[in-house]
């Protein structure tokens, strides 16, 4: 199976800082604009930042500021730096493509910011 794997999670004190790594078996991130995504409790997945082949950033809205999404295309691997943190971006957070590849989805990594 080929899927992403999420790494680098964990808690945090507010104001702290966490970086969360993806990664794939075999040279496939470089055909995909990427993207990091999270899930709230209770609520549905939605992408917060993306990086294209060429690493052209957008970021999903003001909050996300806070965060620095990069990629290496040759490592097949990307990374969210997360400074800053608050609660509210207590999350599990995954990587994929944009739009998803449903069977490529991986098991996330939790992040929980909390005193």
């Known amino acids: 199976q080929v899927r992403f794997v999420e790494s680098g999670g964990g808690l945090v004190q507010p104001g702290g800082s966490l970086r969360l790594t993806c990664s794939a078996p075999?040279?496939?991130?470089?055909?995909?604009?990427m993207a990091w995504y999270r899930q709230r409790p209770g609520e549905s997945r939605d992408w917060v930042a993306l990086?294209?082949?060429?690493?052209?950033?957008t970021y999903k809205d003001a909050e996300t500021s806070r965060f620095i999404i990069s990629r290496d295309n040759a490592e097949n691997t990307m990374t969210l730096q997360m400074t800053n943190v608050k609660p509210e971006d207590t999350a599990v957070y995954y990587c994929?493509?944009?739009?998803?590849?449903?069977?490529?989805w991986g098991q996330g990594t939790q992040v929980t910011v909390s005193s």
């Open positions: 994929n493509a944009i739009p998803p590849r449903d069977r490529y």
């Open positions: 075999g040279n496939i991130f470089s055909q995909f604009v």
């Open positions: 990086v294209t082949s060429r690493n052209k950033t």
